[in-house]
């Protein structure tokens, strides 16, 4: 069986698409679960995480290769206003992990002879994600990098320090934050997904170059 690093390595070697799992809280909304607090998909963790557990059992069954925890919607601050603890707080997403990675695990002892080890991917969400109010397709938060740095530090040390494969940066809207993102990387040890493709970004200004060209050809697009 691959190790993780490996497994990461194979994909990129071989050039060819990662079957990636489909939407958590569309699918728990399609399940009959509320999803409409402002915590999302995050919600499930803290009130059914077995819910969760069966649709990331349901997706790997369905041949995903990668799948991704329901932590995109959690951040120290949203979980702060719900009046919970540091302590607490980081519970939510270490078990957003734990339910993933124990899905994948019963998946490959019922699956002996499976050829891939699945990955798991943790999931961060962008900084509109937070503010709930549609930004996160549009950015221009109008906030500094050290406030981004200060949103994001916490739960990326946390997701590094779990038994995630890699992180996944999602729907990181402009570059500003896409930057800070990429440069995360060089304080990690996990690998981190952002954006579209499966990447390792051995340096910040490889990436920025990378999403200066992105952001400018959607902008061009409009």
Not at 197 to 210: A, E, G
């Amino acid at each position: 069986m691959q190790k993780p690093v490996e497994a990461i390595r194979s994909v990129i070697d071989r050039g060819r698409p990662l079957l990636l799992d489909g939407g958590l809280g569309s699918e728990l909304d399609r399940r009959g679960f509320d999803i409409s607090s402002p915590l999302w998909s995050a919600e499930v963790i803290l009130q059914q995480p077995d819910a969760l557990s069966a649709l990331h059992r349901d997706y790997l069954d369905a041949g995903a290769q990668c799948i991704t925890t329901a932590s995109y919607q959690a951040s120290v601050d949203g979980l702060r206003a719900r009046g919970m603890s540091l302590s607490e707080i980081e519970s939510v997403f270490r078990v957003s992990v734990e339910l993933a990675c124990s899905a994948r695990d019963e998946f490959l002892q019922d699956k002996p002879d499976a050829d891939f080890r699945p990955l798991v991917a943790a999931s961060v969400g962008p900084y509109g994600a937070y503010l709930a109010d549609g930004s996160e397709y549009r950015g221009n938060y109008g906030v500094s990098d050290e406030r981004l740095r200060d949103f994001h530090r916490q739960r990326l040390h946390w997701l590094d320090r779990s038994a995630a494969d890699l992180i996944a940066c999602e729907t990181i809207p402009d570059l500003q934050e896409s930057v800070f993102a990429a440069g995360m990387r060089n304080a990690c040890t996990t690998v981190i997904r952002c954006g579209p493709r499966l990447r390792f970004l051995p340096t910040c200004r490889r990436f920025s170059r990378w999403a200066s060209t992105a952001v400018r050809r959607s902008w061009r697009s409009r």
